[in-house]
């Protein structure tokens, strides 16, 4: 048997060690399926000191290692490099402690975003970041990715959200940065690990910030005529000093994919586009605010404003938003889930131009999005296997991705860089100011050795930067 | 080179590239340069990079007294020269702002657009300062941490590069998070030329309230909840002292609250805090009056500490600082305490002792000198060193010649 299999199952036993091909092939992509790599091996740590020891392994092997959470992202973060050993948190999955008083929760990472917020609302709280995978995703993989979520235009991303983390770093050492207490002396390694798409170590304890749940709720659904002047409405709200606890756009195509689904959420098959705008807060604060967001919405063409009466009610609205991207499998077998953001002014005329982009390639392209937080996700419907398809995916992306990052945006608000968008880094920034990105990783990493590849492209310093050179095989830098 | 005796070869490099004109002092102290534009700026930094020159990096000198004791420089390097608001849109409440420009005349630009600035720094001192040094006020309960409203910057390094990172959108995970590196790495890593800014709707409604307390573990209660009232920004429990010398007419320590957003939700918080304290209303100048006197040095011969911990934590603390002689003003929500004692020694072995034993990061805000020697006046209490190992790691890659402000950070990065 492979000795580094041999040395893997001695810390991790025989079931924590996925080495033969059926076990493997699960594993060789995450959520974006456009490319897959086989790893070598796949071990399901339980602990930190089993992580330690897993790094050191392969750092005595010379292997790369990749972590992992769910493998719910959509930018190739978790993708293995040739040769690897992925790192699977999943069986880390404990809730450590929860302290009411001081609303945190310690937990490991391979706890499910969801299962977060389940287990506190008995105290009055819940965990803010909620990615729309996040029956699935896990708290790890939301710290490597800064995840986000419809809710992020009030509450924020994960990096709002991360007090304190444990890590195994790539040289097999265990670091804790930040505090409990929010307020930590030094540099912000917090901040600094947190959306770097497992490339600084492996993440193996995390400290969360809970929030109180509000008093009142107030969802309301509005129906425009056009994506536009949905648009138009998010633009007016918010300059208008409304904070929304979120602002969604679903537009016609998907709308009508929503109803020909299991999610079908009894919406206009005719509208253009549909606004789910939810407040929250005190309840007294709420009436006032939700006469502002139906006035916006009427002032910018809204053929109706219905607030929710009740929470089932609310639910079915959000039922169109959530199982949107469930429902996009009846337009075809293949979805790109595109992700980028522009200045929320700029909302309309991008729409407008992505919407063009897509027709010109003569592509299904649908679009759900954080419309508070000028986040697009432009979603693709396509067919891999009609010939010449998926070129004309990747080349309509990238036409999307440029028309943002002209427009002042830049190429990824919540999914990552990961090996998707690696290469697409240089249309936001130049060499320099890829400069101290590579400073970062390599004061954490110097050999490159954890998640390869991912983040950041080749540049004038690719023989420093560059895996190969330092002996992984094969592994795709640009 | 050494820095003596390299200082007129220094002064002749910086001169070749910079114009005679551009820099100031240096007879008897360190050359003074002041640049009105980016490119001089990074040129500066480069040059002092190649000459072996040290730098400290300056804003308004709101914080000049923060910090470790330091080598010697060669050269202050002020980023006052650096004015103006760039870009403000007002539609999406985001402003892209010079380094020395002031708070004071930031607030002021986009005021009338119905925005404001959610840093808690002196009106006086330069936003670049503030988030170097992740200065937070009496209102970060409101306003949350710097690192928050900082959307991008622009930063030239210590090698001369002038970089970018993160942008002008709200939300956005393109490469790695620098801007939270930089923000409070007190210059070490870069020197922040601009800042693009999340700002925040002006509130409908603010209202400021104080409410004498009793004195005991309740205040402290009191002030937790306080704290979590939706619209509360600033809920201090304040000593008797301070509260006098800030304006306050009081024998005893008082609960200083300030209320902010919606015309009814502010109704409801105030009718609450009514409810459970004899509170009264106080001009939210109050609260700016406490910003300024936490920023102003202690009488000579005293410190001043911040201490940050669990707001469980509080009650100990706080009984334990009192017993020192320290006089506080508690941010009992946010779990951070500034204690003040007028004799540096005590606060010194105070300071360390309750740290540890309620857990909590501690650094002193203001030592006299002579305490300062020795002493590291961010890592007070607990052990730093897996953070200290990583910031050494960081700086020796971003400014490996150690040109910016050498040993005045946590573990005298």
């Known amino acids: 048997m492979d000795a580094l299999i041999q040395r893997l199952r001695a810390v991790v036993g025989e079931a924590g060690c996925l080495a033969s091909d059926e076990e493997r092939f699960v594993y060789e992509c995450d959520g974006l399926t456009l ?176 929030v109180p749940i509000p008093e009142g709720i107030a969802t309301l659904l509005a129906i425009f005529p056009d994506v536009v002047s949905a648009c138009r409405a998010v633009g007016e709200m918010i300059g208008g000093g409304l904070v929304p606890a979120a602002l969604e756009i679903v537009d016609q195509r998907t709308i009508r994919a929503v109803e020909d689904s299991v999610y079908a959420a009894g919406l206009p098959r005719d509208a253009g586009a549909i606004l789910i705008a939810e407040l929250d807060g005190a309840a007294c604060e709420l009436p006032p605010q939700v006469a502002r967001v139906r006035e916006a919405s009427e002032r910018c063409g809204a053929s109706r404003v219905q607030v929710a009466a009740d929470e089932r009610e609310r639910l079915e609205f959000w039922r169109a938003r959530k199982g949107a991207f469930g429902a996009m499998g009846r337009l075809a077998p293949d979805l790109y889930v595109h992700d980028a953001v522009v200045p929320r002014a700029k909302l309309p005329e991008i729409l407008e131009a992505v919407c063009a982009i897509g027709d010109r390639y003569g592509l299904k392209l649908s679009n759900v999005f954080h419309a508070g937080d000028g986040n697009l996700h432009p979603n693709i419907s396509f067919d891999r296997r009609d010939p010449g398809e998926l070129e004309r995916v990747l080349a309509a992306g990238r036409e999307i991705l440029e028309t943002c990052v002209r427009a002042g945006g830049v190429i990824t608000g919540e999914h990552g860089v990961g090996v998707e968008k690696r290469d697409y880094m240089k249309l936001v920034f130049d060499d320099d100011d890829l400069l101290p990105m590579i400073h970062l990783r390599e004061a954490f990493d110097p050999d490159r050795s954890c998640n390869p590849g991912k983040v950041i492209p080749t540049t004038r310093f690719c023989t420093e930067a560059d895996p190969k050179a330092r002996g992984y095989d094969a592994v795709p830098l640009g | 080179m050494s820095v003596s005796g390299a200082g007129s070869t220094l002064r002749s490099v ?293 201490l940050a911990m669990l707001p469980s934590s509080c009650v100990r603390a706080v009984r334990a600082l009192r017993e020192s002689g320290a006089r506080l003003v508690v941010h009992a929500g946010l779990g951070i305490v500034h204690a003040d004692w007028d004799a540096a020694a005590e606060a010194v072995d105070a300071a360390a002792r309750i740290a540890i034993a309620v857990g909590a990061e501690a650094r002193f805000e203001h030592l006299p000198d002579e305490h300062k020697r020795g002493r590291d006046v961010f890592g007070v209490g607990a052990d730093r060193r897996a953070v200290v190992a990583r910031m050494r790691a960081l700086k020796r890659r971003f400014d490996p010649a150690g040109v910016l402000n050498p040993g005045r950070f946590l573990g005298h990065v």
């Open chain 2, 14 to 306: 910086l001169e070749r590239e910079l114009g005679t004109g551009a820099l100031a002092g240096g007879e008897a102290g360190p050359i003074e340069i002041e640049p009105a534009e980016p490119d001089a700026l990074a040129a500066a930094l480069r040059v002092m990079g190649e000459a072996g020159g040290r730098a400290r990096v300056r804003g308004r000198g709101t914080w000049d007294g923060l910090g470790n004791l330091a080598p010697d420089v060669d050269v202050v390097l002020s980023t006052r020269g650096l004015y103006g608001v760039t870009e403000l849109d007002t539609q999406d409440g985001v402003a892209l702002v010079r380094a020395g420009t002031t708070l004071d005349d930031l607030v002021r630009t986009v005021a009338p657009h119905g925005w404001e600035v959610p840093l808690g720094a002196p009106p006086e001192g330069s936003v670049g300062g503030a988030l170097a040094v992740a200065a937070i006020g009496p209102r970060r309960l409101g306003q949350g941490p710097p690192r928050d409203c900082v959307l991008g910057l622009e930063v030239a390094l210590a090698t001369g590069e002038r970089t970018r990172c993160g942008g002008r959108v709200v939300k956005n995970v393109t490469g790695f998070d620098l801007a939270k590196l930089y923000t409070g790495s007190f210059g070490c890593l870069g020197v922040i030329e601009s800042a693009w800014l999340r700002l925040r709707p002006r509130p409908e409604s603010v209202a400021g309230c104080v409410a004498p307390l009793r004195g005991g573990a309740d205040d402290l209660a009191l002030a937790i909840e306080a704290a979590r009232r939706p619209t509360a920004r600033c809920a201090a429990l304040v000593d008797p002292e301070r509260a006098r010398a800030i304006g306050l007419e009081t024998e005893s320590a008082v609960l200083l609250v300030e209320l902010a957003g919606s015309g009814p939700g502010v109704q409801g918080d105030l009718a609450w805090l009514s409810s459970r304290a004899s509170a009264s209303t106080v001009d939210p100048e109050a609260i700016d009056a406490l910003g300024r006197s936490l920023v102003e040095p202690p009488p000579p011969g005293g410190a001043r500490a911040r």
């Open chain 1, 35 to 210: 490319e897959a790599t086989r790893p070598r091996a796949v071990v399901l740590p339980e602990s930190t000191d089993q992580v330690r020891a897993i790094v050191r392994v392969c750092r005595e092997a010379g292997v790369p290692f990749v972590p992992r959470g769910a493998g719910t992202g959509l930018s190739g973060g978790a993708r293995p490099v040739p040769g690897c050993v992925l790192i699977e948190c999943s069986r880390m999955d404990r809730i450590l402690e929860v302290n009411v008083a001081d609303r945190i929760a310690v937990v490991q990472p391979g706890l499910v975003n969801a299962q977060l917020s389940e287990a506190v609302r008995p105290h009055g709280l819940f965990y803010a970041p909620d990615p729309s995978s996040q029956q699935a995703c896990t708290i790890g993989g939301n710290v490597a990715e800064n995840s986000g979520g419809p809710h992020t235009l009030k509450y924020g991303t994960t990096t709002n959200h991360v007090l304190a983390v444990e890590l195994v770093l790539p040289d097999g050492e265990v670091a804790r940065y930040g505090s409990a207490t929010g307020l930590a002396e030094g540099f912000d390694l917090v901040g600094a690990v947190v959306g770097s798409e497992g490339t600084l170590g492996i993440v193996t304890e995390v400290t969360v910030r809970l």
